[in-house]
């Protein structure tokens, strides 16, 4: 759930129900105000609402639907979903145009770990399996992807649940 004050404290309303995660808006390309809300749906997905908060009411947009996982980092928006193999990363660069990054081979994706979002693309470490992690690194836009790296360590102790994979070891 999320909270609001409008009396530094000393009371609180609750503004929103099953949010999972949220993520304040960046600077240049949001007012100060927008919030992105992951809001679970009650059937192992959710989905990513991008708003702000009037006197009473959350005015909202739907971002992106049916999702595991969501994430802001810099100028990219990154959500994963389920498929029909394992698990997909989709990207929005300034937050539009959300749409399924492109990997160079077909092999199943168990999780991923955006290793950094600066600089004008982005480091993914990409788990194939329990054995096989490959580091890739993006186009500006963040959907292209080309290997950087094989065979890259990853610690998740977390591997068989749904996750980021926060830890990553190279």
């Excluded at 808006?25 to 105000?33: A, N, Q, S």
């Excluded at 389920?82 to 994706?109: C, M, Q, W």
Aim: proline residues 2%.
């Amino acid at each position: 759930m999320i909270y609001s004050s409008r009396n530094f404290g000393s009371t609180w309303t609750e503004r929103a129900k099953n949010v999972t995660s949220y993520f304040w808006g960046i600077e240049d390309l949001d007012t100060d105000d927008v919030i992105y809300l992951q809001i679970d749906d009650g059937n192992g997905t959710s989905h990513i609402m991008r708003g702000h908060w009037d006197h009473k009411h959350y005015l909202a947009k739907p971002v992106i639907e049916n999702v595991i996982d969501f994430e802001i980092q810099d100028v990219y928006l990154f959500a994963t979903k389920k498929s029909n193999n394992g698990i997909d990363l989709y990207v929005g660069y300034h937050y539009h145009d959300i749409s399924k990054a492109e990997f160079p081979n077909t092999l199943r994706t168990e999780d991923y770990v955006i290793a950094d979002a600066s600089e004008g693309q982005v480091f993914v470490a990409v788990n194939h399996n329990k054995n096989t992690s490959h580091l890739y690194i993006s186009d500006v836009n963040g959907k292209k992807y080309t290997l950087s790296m094989e065979r890259v360590l990853l610690y998740s102790p977390n591997l068989q649940q749904h996750s980021w994979l926060r830890y990553a070891v190279m």
